[in-house]
């Protein structure tokens, strides 16, 4: 049946967790290995769960090895039929169209996955869902339909708490969207793992929380609401351990997303930052 990930009361305020193992093939119709496929990349490169197959015809024949390395043996095939017998057990949507919305085009992918019996899994900002025609088909099927980007049922502004003492708090920045803080952040905290220490990862975007189970999205929060909820988060991770690597989002100076980074240094309070730069990249992107 459709799911929509259920927030915890109000007076058990935790981020909801995705702990479903399943068996992903992605769709990445057009872009996959540009900057627009960051969600398929990121869950292949850093996932839980195992990609079988991404789906792109315009690169169809070609293996993922080609971007990622040798440790990536992922076909790229040009269309569903071609995935299913490798048991995908959920259709990921792995690109995001600019405004989030779901291309008309991709609506018969989507019918075909849930009819074939497999759960979709979406970031955008187009909940599947809320969709009429892809609920109703997930409802005969019995698969899931989940929106990591829907937020969760927390309200409230910031707190202005102090960390748990003993707690570090990092934020990645950046000067430009879809440039690599959420990789700089895992990377910290397998390195900090490796050492150690231990270490924590703050999902604030879909593809995050994807990888991690956990978190909120925060460009789809209410902005009053931002900076609180990102505290509520790294309140959280505080109990998990000592080194918290919160991912940033956009860059101060993006004229979309500028308001997110903001909130996100508010919520955070961080004990330091790092920055993420592209040497060559001359404009913003997206």
């Known amino acids: 049946m459709p799911h929509k990930t259920d927030p915890q009361a109000a007076s058990d305020p935790r981020p909801p967790v995705d702990s479903t193992r399943r068996r992903y093939a992605i769709?990445?119709?057009g872009a996959f290995g540009e900057l627009a496929s960051k969600t398929a990349i990121g869950v292949i490169r850093y996932g839980r769960d195992p990609v079988v197959a991404v789906l792109d015809s315009t690169r169809a024949g070609r293996n993922v090895r080609e971007w990622l390395g040798d440790a990536y043996d992922i076909a790229v095939v040009a269309t569903l039929a071609e995935a299913l017998p490798r048991r995908p057990t959920a259709l990921l949507i792995g690109i995001a169209p600019q405004g989030g919305r779901i291309p008309r085009d991709w609506r018969r992918t989507i019918l075909a996955a849930i009819e074939a019996g497999l759960d979709v899994v979406s970031g955008l900002h187009e909940f599947v869902s809320d969709d009429p025609e892809f609920a109703a088909a997930a409802t005969r099927r019995g698969v899931e339909l989940v929106d990591h980007r829907r937020p969760p049922d927390f309200s409230d502004v910031s707190r202005r708490r102090e960390h748990r003492p003993g707690a570090r708090v990092v934020l990645t920045v950046g000067t430009d969207c879809a440039i690599g803080k959420m990789s700089v952040s895992l990377e910290l905290r397998r390195s900090a793992v490796a050492a150690g220490l231990p270490?924590?990862?703050?999902a604030t975007g879909q593809?995050?929380?994807?990888?991690?189970g956990w978190g909120a999205a925060v460009d789809r929060l209410v902005s009053d609401f931002?900076?609180?909820t990102v505290e509520w988060l790294v309140?959280?991770?505080e109990g998990m351990g000592d080194w918290i690597f919160v991912e940033g989002q956009g860059s101060l100076d993006h004229p979309a997303y500028s308001a997110v980074t903001l909130?996100?240094?508010?919520?955070a309070t961080p004990h330091g930052m790092v920055l993420v730069h592209q040497p060559g990249r001359a404009e913003h992107h997206g």
Do not use: C, D, P
């Not at 909130?263 to 919520?267: K, R």
């Open 235 to 237: 309140e959280r991770a």
């Open 199 to 202: 270490a924590v990862f703050v």
């Open 263 to 267: 909130g996100l240094i508010h919520g």
């Open 27 to 29: 769709l990445a119709e």
């Open 207 to 212: 593809t995050g929380i994807m990888i991690e």
């Open 226 to 228: 931002l900076a609180g």
